[in-house]
Nanobody, 125 residues
Framework: QLQLVESGGGLVQAGGSLRLSCAAS????????MAWFRQAPGKEREFVAK????????YYADSVKTRFTISRDNALNTVYLQMNSLEPEDTAVYYC??????????????????WGQGTQVTVSS
């Protein structure tokens, strides 16, 4: 019932910045905890960042915590991922996901029942 659509991906040089957006539709998204995951070719999908429904609590994977910032605008039913100091290792398809399960320090992919189609991010050297 909840539809998620990612946008903002593209090609960027190493050291550059990109902002991803995930727009929710179908029903209000304010009460969903949201997360970003990514999947590189030949690799398993991995957790990137997550944010509580009110935006007060955020969590990051160690690989991105000093470079990425997750935020949300409930008035626009949108969650963002600001990506700075991008590296070639950040190249992947980025997915947003939603859950009503309470967030904590551990993140489980199975806890997120709603997913977007993904947006490609490519970082060149």
């Amino acid at each position: 019932q909840l539809q998620l659509v990612e946008s903002g991906g593209g090609l960027v040089q190493a050291g550059g910045s990109l902002r991803l957006s995930c727009a929710a539709s179908g029903r209000i998204s304010s009460y969903y905890n949201m997360a970003w995951f990514r999947q590189a070719p030949g690799k398993e999908r991995e957790f990137v960042a997550k944010i509580s429904w009110y935006g007060g609590n955020t969590y990051y994977a160690d690989s991105v915590k000093t470079r990425f910032t997750i935020s949300r605008d409930n008035a626009l039913n949108t969650v963002y991922l600001q990506m700075n100091s991008l590296e070639p290792e950040d190249t992947a398809v980025y997915y947003c996901a939603a859950t009503r399960i309470e967030l904590g320090p551990k993140t489980f992919e199975a806890d997120f029942p709603s997913w977007g189609q993904g947006t490609q991010v490519t970082v060149s050297s």
